[in-house]
Structures are given as structure tokens and as C-alpha cells.
């Protein structure tokens, strides 16, 4: 017999479907419709008639004329991601240590931190862009103090960089509040025995605090990687969206659906812009459930 009060599961029955038709309605009937699209020539201007072509998008994108390009922006994409997230956490798990102590103005340091979260992705590219100006940006003008070119803001081979720099800047605000709830969940009496045992800073950070922060490591490489792979619009809005240097695929797929013309020569076209959505979705995909699956083993070894 039942535990449960009669009709005490009705609610959660409701609330859980309701998630479902959410889920379907925002989540999977676009992905849907994303991936028919990305087998026909929509442009989404008025009076060109649509037409299915098969799988001539993924032909296009694997092409000889075509594949330069999109490796160079795969390759991009993937260095992006990895520079990022790697440093994302690095440096994040290294303040949330700090600010976790009990030091003065903590409170303020933390607010600091997470300001970049607050404001919107496009008005950080503009502060940046405003900063890193090579002519007239605060950068520059720092930067010849010294001695040295102010042109090496604008040189093509740095702006990669760049745009990691940025990206890494705006993303490290989340990656730090959600370390510093993992580490003030930690109880305070398993550092103390470590230490009265003789453990020194380090070892009890890598025998105590790295193996208890596992779920949150787990959530911010998940969510910087996710983060990183999808971006766009601090290589749009820092370097615009022709440069080969800062070409990612997500910045392609905006280019060919949205641009009007973009670097590869094929104008806007919503069809292909969704084929190669439905690339990066698998890249993304692939790329998640690895990352989980060994930090998921590593959680079980801690």
C-alpha cells in the first residue's frame, strides 16, 4: 500500500508534465525545426520560394571550396572553448578560495567579482572594444607608456586571444559564486582535523577540498564549455563577424542566417546557417557527454 496520502501525487503528476510541454515547447519542437531546415534553401526572404535539398547543405559544408574555412572556425571554436574554460576554472576556484576567507571587505570583493555576470554579453563587448580601441582605447594608450606600438591591439593574430580574454573576464563571476557555495558547504571540522594532523595548505586542498568540490567542478566545466562553444557575440561585437581570425561556427551560423553576406562567400541563407547548427549541436553534444563522463568517473574515484 501506498505512503502516500490519496491524491497527494496529483500535484506532482501536473507539475511534471507541465515541465514536459515546456521542455517540448522550447527545447525540442525548435531543435526539430532546425534540423528540417537545415535540408532545405530557406532564406527567409519574401517571395523566394523554399526548396527541400536533401542533404546539399552537409555537402556544402564538407566541400572543398567550403572546408577551409569551416575547419579554420571549428579550430577556432575548439581553442576558444578549451582556453577558456580551463582558465574559467583555474582562476575562478583560485578566487572562491580567497574570498572564502575571512578576510575584510569580502562582501565588497564578492559583489566585484560578480558584476560581469550581471551585465549582458553585448554591453561587455562594447566596454572592451571601447578599451582595446588600438587608436584611442585606454589600452593603447597604457600600453605606449611603456614604449611599445599601440598597434599590437590591432593586430589580427592577437585577436583571438582577445576575445578569450574577454570571454574568460565575463564568465568568471558564475564559475566563482558556485565554487564558493561548494566550498562553504564543506564542514570546517574536516580542515581542522587535517591540519591538527599536520596536513599543510595544499594537501588538505587536494585531499579535502578538490574531492568535495567535485559536483561543482563538474557544473562550471559543463557550463563554461556549453558557454564557450555557443558564443558569439563578444567575436561579433569585438572584432565583427568577417575576421578569420575570430571566425567560430557559432559566429558562422549567425553570419549566413542573419549577416545579409559573411566570409564564405554564400550570403544569408537560414538553410545552411541550420545545417551548421546542427553540426555544432553534435560537436556540443559529443563534447558534454565526454567532459561528464570522465569528470563523473573522477567524482567516483574522489
Same mark, same amino acid.
Given at each position: 500500500?501506498?505512503?502516500?496520502?490519496?491524491?497527494?501525487?496529483?500535484?506532482?503528476?501536473?507539475?511534471?508534465?507541465?515541465?514536459?510541454?515546456?521542455?517540448?515547447? @522550447?527545447?525540442?519542437? %525548435?531543435?526539430? #525545426?532546425?534540423?528540417?531546415?537545415? /535540408?532545405?534553401? !530557406?532564406?527567409?526572404?519574401? $517571395? &523566394?520560394?523554399?526548396?527541400?535539398?536533401?542533404?546539399?547543405?552537409?555537402?556544402?559544408?564538407?566541400?572543398?571550396?567550403?572546408?577551409?574555412?569551416?575547419?579554420?572556425?571549428?579550430?577556432?571554436?575548439?581553442?576558444?572553448?578549451?582556453?577558456?574554460?580551463?582558465?574559467?576554472?583555474?582562476?575562478?576556484?583560485?578566487?572562491?578560495?580567497?574570498?572564502?576567507?575571512?578576510?575584510?571587505?569580502?562582501?565588497?570583493?564578492?559583489?566585484?567579482?560578480?558584476?560581469?555576470?550581471?551585465?549582458?554579453?553585448?554591453?561587455?563587448?562594447?566596454?572592451?572594444?571601447?578599451?582595446?580601441?588600438?587608436?584611442?582605447?585606454?589600452?593603447?594608450?597604457?600600453?605606449?607608456?611603456?614604449?611599445?606600438?599601440?598597434? @599590437?591591439?590591432?593586430? %589580427?593574430?592577437? #585577436?583571438?586571444?582577445?576575445?578569450? /580574454?574577454?570571454? !574568460?573576464?565575463?564568465?568568471? $563571476? &558564475?564559475?566563482?559564486?558556485?565554487?564558493?557555495?561548494?566550498?562553504?558547504?564543506?564542514?570546517?571540522?574536516?580542515?581542522?582535523?587535517?591540519?591538527?594532523?599536520?596536513?599543510?595548505?595544499?594537501?588538505?586542498?587536494?585531499?579535502?577540498?578538490?574531492?568535495?568540490?567535485?559536483?561543482?567542478?563538474?557544473?562550471?566545466?559543463?557550463?563554461?564549455?556549453?558557454?564557450?562553444?555557443?558564443?558569439?557575440?563578444?567575436?561579433?561585437?569585438?572584432?565583427?563577424?568577417?575576421?578569420?581570425?575570430?571566425?567560430?561556427?557559432?559566429?558562422?551560423?549567425?553570419?549566413?542566417?542573419?549577416?545579409?553576406?559573411?566570409?564564405?562567400?554564400?550570403?544569408?541563407?537560414?538553410?545552411?546557417?541550420?545545417?551548421?547548427?546542427?553540426?555544432?549541436?553534435?560537436?556540443?553534444?559529443?563534447?558534454?557527454?565526454?567532459?561528464?563522463?570522465?569528470?563523473?568517473?573522477?567524482?567516483?574515484?574522489?
Amino acid at each position: 500500500m501506498s505512503s502516500y496520502p490519496f491524491g497527494a501525487r496529483a500535484p506532482m503528476r501536473i507539475t511534471f508534465s507541465l515541465g514536459l510541454v515546456v521542455l517540448a515547447v @522550447f527545447a525540442l519542437l %525548435p531543435a526539430v #525545426a532546425v534540423f528540417v531546415i537545415s /535540408f532545405t534553401d !530557406i532564406r527567409g526572404l519574401p $517571395g &523566394i520560394p523554399v526548396n527541400w535539398v536533401g542533404f546539399d547543405n552537409y555537402e556544402r559544408f564538407f566541400s572543398a571550396a567550403k572546408i577551409g574555412y569551416n575547419l579554420n572556425a571549428l579550430k577556432n571554436t575548439l581553442i576558444y572553448a578549451v582556453v577558456s574554460t580551463v582558465a574559467i576554472n583555474l582562476l575562478g576556484l583560485a578566487i572562491a578560495v580567497l574570498l572564502n576567507q575571512k578576510l575584510r571587505g569580502r562582501t565588497f570583493s564578492r559583489a566585484v567579482v560578480f558584476l560581469p555576470t550581471i551585465l549582458g554579453v553585448t554591453v561587455i563587448g562594447l566596454i572592451w572594444s571601447l578599451f582595446f580601441n588600438p587608436s584611442a582605447g585606454p589600452a593603447a594608450s597604457i600600453w605606449s607608456w611603456f614604449g611599445a606600438d599601440s598597434a @599590437f591591439f590591432g593586430d %589580427p593574430n592577437l #585577436a583571438l586571444a582577445l576575445v578569450i /580574454f574577454v570571454q !574568460i573576464w565575463a564568465g568568471l $563571476g &558564475i564559475a566563482v559564486v558556485i565554487y564558493l557555495a561548494g566550498l562553504q558547504a564543506i564542514p570546517e571540522e574536516l580542515q581542522e582535523a587535517a591540519s591538527i594532523d599536520g596536513a599543510s595548505g595544499g594537501q588538505r586542498m587536494r585531499l579535502i577540498t578538490v574531492p568535495l568540490l567535485a559536483p561543482s567542478i563538474t557544473a562550471n566545466v559543463l557550463l563554461a564549455i556549453v558557454g564557450s562553444l555557443q558564443s558569439y557575440q563578444l567575436a561579433y561585437v569585438l572584432t565583427g563577424p568577417n575576421n578569420p581570425a575570430t571566425q567560430l561556427l557559432s559566429l558562422a551560423i549567425f553570419a549566413q542566417g542573419f549577416g545579409g553576406s559573411s566570409a564564405s562567400g554564400l550570403g544569408q541563407s537560414q538553410g545552411y546557417a541550420a545545417t551548421i547548427s546542427v553540426i555544432q549541436f553534435v560537436i556540443v553534444s559529443i563534447a558534454s557527454l565526454l567532459v561528464l563522463w570522465y569528470l563523473r568517473r573522477r567524482e567516483a574515484k574522489l
